[in-house]
């Protein structure tokens, strides 16, 4: 691991995204119609995505414990994509960044989608799960260009 010992602890937030096209009209219907014989899949996948974040350090090696203070999941339906549009947030006050924790949150999220989903549409993709925004530590604020704030 990374020795961080000798870093001063500051606030730190990190921002990732994500999405699952769903394979099928028929998949994002039910998924619309709160229809899925699994069940409710946007809430479920927020829970994946927060627990997801909380794993971190059993599921990345070498990456730090991080008492996370806060993370936020959003799952929103995009008619046009035929998707489940995935962001979550998270932060924490400390010596190391939270950007594994914000990734692992919507990677969680479109995995838990996927799961939830794949009777009715096998064919559906997880795409373009990025870091799209970080803050705080010594390397400040970062933002992925031409990510607007949506």
């Not at 699952?20 to 899925?36: D, H, K, P, Q």
């Not at 993370?71 to 998270?90: F, I």
């Not at 549409?121 to 990025?130: L, P, Q």
């Amino acid at each position: 691991m990374v020795d961080v010992g000798l870093k001063h602890a500051t606030r730190r937030v990190a921002v990732a995204r994500g999405r699952v096209v769903l394979g099928s009209r028929a998949a994002f219907a039910a998924v619309e119609a709160n229809a899925v014989a699994k069940g409710d899949v946007l809430s479920l996948a927020r829970v994946a995505g927060i627990l997801g974040a909380k794993a971190v350090p059993s599921l990345i090696p070498l990456c730090h414990t991080v008492v996370i203070d806060r993370v936020q999941v959003s799952a929103t339906l995009d008619e046009a994509r035929n998707s489940v549009e995935l962001e979550a947030e998270a932060s924490a006050s400390g010596k190391t960044g939270v950007e594994m924790e914000a990734l692992a949150a919507v990677t969680s999220a479109a995995l838990t989608v996927y799961d939830m989903t794949k009777a009715l549409a096998k064919g559906s993709v997880i795409e373009a799960v990025r870091l799209v925004r970080k803050s705080g530590g010594r390397s400040g604020e970062w933002r992925r260009e031409g990510e607007g704030e949506e």
